[in-house]
Structures are given as structure tokens and as C-alpha cells.
């Protein structure tokens, strides 16, 4: 089992993001509910590249929250240890005051020649406390990507309209695809996300002066996407997802959201099976034509803005 510590500004997407990294396209199907903005999900698979997702922990025992010493004295920590050093991190997510070194003390009374290293430890043990179960595991990865500094003002190329880079690597990974393609590419953020997520990106946009924009900030970041100008409505090419934010607002274009919907699926179909679209409006199953909704997120912009993010497949 593993514990997922989530983004909780946007939780619902953060769950979603952190079941597509344990369980790869099909995702939707498990329906594990967030309890306090963690998750635990039955996977082995080790996570990587997450944009709404803190810690991941592998978890060693969950137990009631009065249990939590006895359940760290009956762990081998000997056996889980060894020789290496380690520190031991408390997540308190209840409103009771409990101190981190009650807990780390019992595991250090139960090793022979315990090696504490509080800056660079070789092994990190978590102790996560709900208000419903507490769980005590191994953190197996940590998000330290500077999200705030790749912010759209902070680019070369500013576009007012760009999304969050923690969001815009969210909805990348929701694809489950090693290569994507953004036919509505703007100044790149998304682009931006799946090249630092490893991942074979392309895009397109109609307007040449916004190429131009994704190509300069997609190089400050050594990162060197298949770029071209191009209607997505008449060219789409072949990729394991496409992956948008459609035009909308007073800082981009007008247009007409629906018709331009129905013309980009059309054509999408010949290209991929998969799709992750951003749009600002809420869309009936019946404007995606022939592809799927597998899920349907919600995002809160500002007052004025709540983003639909739709999850589709043909």
C-alpha cells in the first residue's frame, strides 16, 4: 500500500493525478476517496514527475491513532534499517498537540545502534495522523520541483491566460502517455510540464506569434518540442494523448467554443485515443460526439472561472 500526501487546493484532481500514476490509463475505475487530503491506494508501482501530489509513503502499518507507539515498538526496525541513517517526520492532521520526538524515541530504543541524521538521512520514516487511522511507512518519493518559479509571469514569454505549472502537470500526467501532443499550445505551459515529466511532446497553435512564445520558453528550459503552426481543426498528428487548454477569456481570441469543440474532435479522432481537454465551460456527453467521458474535474480559477477538465477516450 501506498500513502499519497495531497495538493489539497486541488484535491479532487490530486487524487486523480496520484491514481493515474498507480494504476496508468483506466484509472477512473478506482474509486478511493481522499480522507484528509491523503490517499492510500493498493499499488507497488514507484511514482514519479507529480505536479498536485506532496510525498508519496509506503505504508508498513496503518493502526487506530491511540495504537500509534504500539505499533512502532512491534515494527523490526532492525530488519527495515539496517545500517542506515534515518529521521523520523511526523504529519499531524488532527487537532491534538503530539510532539514528533515521542515517536521517534520509541523506534530509537528499538534499534542497537541507531544512526539519526536529521539533515541527509539515508531513509526517511513518515508517521501520517488523520482524524479516522494513523499509518506509519517509508517515504518513497517527495515533490521538490519548484512549481512557483516556472509561473507564467516568471517566463520569458508572458501569457496571462497560462495555468499553474503544479495543475498543467497534473492534467499531463492524467494521460498516461509517454507522448502528447498540445494543439492549442499558447505560450507552452503544458508543454513546458511534459518535457520536464520526460515525457515526447509536440504542439501547434494558429497564431505564429504564439509559437514563437512557446519556443522561447520552452528553451529557457532546455527543452526543445516539435513546434508548428497549424489550425487544430484540419491538423492533429499521431500521438498517445492530446492534451489542451482551450482559448477563452479576455486575453485570448474569441471564439466559438462549441463549434471549435466539435471540429478539434473530429479531427483528433484520426490522431490518438485519448485526450485530456481544459475548457471553461461545463459540456453535455453529447458535445463530445463519439469520445468517452472517463471523467469530469472541476477546477476553481477565481470568482468568475471554474475550469471543467475532461478525461475522454474513443
Known amino acids: 500500500m501506498q500513502l499519497y500526501i495531497l495538493n ?45 501530489v506532496r510525498r508519496v509513503i509506503k505504508v508498513l502499518a496503518s493502526c487506530a491513532q491511540g495504537n500509534v507507539r504500539t505499533t512502532l515498538a512491534d515494527l523490526q526496525w532492525e530488519r527495515i534499517i539496517g545500517k542506515r541513517s534515518f529521521k523520523v517526520v511526523l504529519t499531524n492532521l488532527t487537532p491534538a498537540r503530539i ?5 521517534a524515541s520509541v523506534i530509537w530504543h528499538r534499534l542497537q545502534s541507531p544512526r539519526v ?4 538521512p539515508e531513509i526517511v520514516i513518515q508517521i501520517v495522523l488523520t482524524t479516522t487511522v494513523a499509518h506509519v511507512g517509508i517515504v518513497l518519493w517527495e515533490n521538490t520541483e519548484d ?32 507522448s502528447v501532443h498540445d494543439p492549442f499550445c499558447g505560450s507552452g505551459g503544458l508543454l513546458i510540464e511534459a518535457g520536464l515529466a520526460h515525457k515526447r511532446a509536440s504542439g501547434a497553435d494558429i497564431n505564429v506569434a504564439m509559437i514563437a512564445r512557446t519556443r522561447a520558453n520552452c528553451r529557457a528550459y532546455h527543452l526543445h518540442p516539435t513546434l ?71 477546477v476553481y480559477i477565481h470568482k468568475s472561472m471554474t475550469k471543467h477538465l475532461y478525461v475522454l477516450e474513443r
Open 8 to 52: 489539497q487546493k486541488y484535491l479532487d484532481i490530486a487524487a486523480a493525478e496520484s491514481k493515474a500514476s498507480a494504476f496508468g490509463w483506466g484509472w477512473w475505475e478506482h474509486k478511493e476517496l481522499p480522507i484528509d487530503g491523503t490517499l492510500l491506494l493498493n499499488t507497488r508501482k514507484r511514482p514519479a514527475h507529480l505536479g498536485l
Open 99 to 103: 510532539p514528533e520526538r515521542e515517536f
Open 228 to 298: 508548428r503552426v497549424a489550425d487544430a481543426t484540419h491538423w492533429v498528428p499521431r500521438s498517445g494523448a492530446v492534451i489542451a487548454d482551450l482559448p477563452y477569456g479576455r486575453n485570448t481570441a474569441p471564439v466559438a467554443l462549441g463549434t471549435l469543440l466539435d471540429a478539434f474532435l473530429i479531427r483528433a479522432t484520426q490522431s490518438t485515443r485519448r485526450a485530456v481537454l481544459g475548457l471553461p465551460h461545463e459540456m453535455t456527453v453529447s458535445q463530445f460526439g463519439s469520445w468517452r467521458v472517463r471523467a469530469h474535474l472541476t
Open 117 to 120: 541524521n536529521l539533515d541527509k
Open 147 to 178: 512549481f512557483e518559479s516556472r509561473r507564467a509571469h516568471l517566463r520569458p514569454e508572458i501569457h496571462p491566460s497560462s495555468m499553474h505549472p503544479a495543475l498543467a502537470r497534473a492534467i499531463v500526467n492524467l494521460s498516461c502517455s509517454p
